[in-house]
């Protein structure tokens, strides 16, 4: 199976742009769907994106369209969730997630997990 980790996160001011890396191990990485959640305190966790196992094509959700940019390179096993003109209202652990089934939009849809990265936006 394959294992993830994010990075990337941290503090940034509102308007500021961010890259979040989530870096698979243990499987090729181009087996999987990628996909990119994100959860803050008392919320559900949030689709924000997806990829098919090649990247050739993405989805990004249309809270976040315009502004996230989902991407990965299967040569360097790292997925990547791009993210500019940030708001205060995306302050969450942001999360990749890999699957074989299905490429969908809710966090079932996923079988492995990594543990998340913090971001923070401050107005």
């Known amino acids: 199976q394959v294992q993830l980790v994010e990075s990337g996160g941290g503090l940034v001011h509102a308007g500021g742009s961010l890259r979040l890396s989530c870096a698979a191990s243990?499987?090729?990485?181009?087996?999987?769907?990628m996909a990119w959640f994100r959860q803050s305190p008392g919320k559900e966790r949030e689709f924000l994106g997806r990829?098919?196992?090649?990247?050739?094509?993405?989805y990004v959700a249309d809270s976040v369209k315009g502004r996230f940019t989902i991407a990965r390179d299967n040569t360097k096993n790292t997925g990547y969730l791009l993210m500019i003109s940030l708001k205060p209202e995306d302050t969450a652990l942001y999360y990749c997630?890999?699957?074989?089934?299905?490429?969908?939009?809710?966090?079932?849809?996923?079988?492995?997990w990594g543990q998340g990265t913090q971001v923070t936006v401050s107005s």
């Open positions: 997630a890999a699957g074989e089934r299905v490429n969908g939009l809710r966090p079932s849809d996923y079988d492995y």
């Open positions: 243990g499987h090729t990485f181009s087996e999987y769907f």
């Open positions: 990829s098919t196992k090649s990247g050739a094509i993405t």
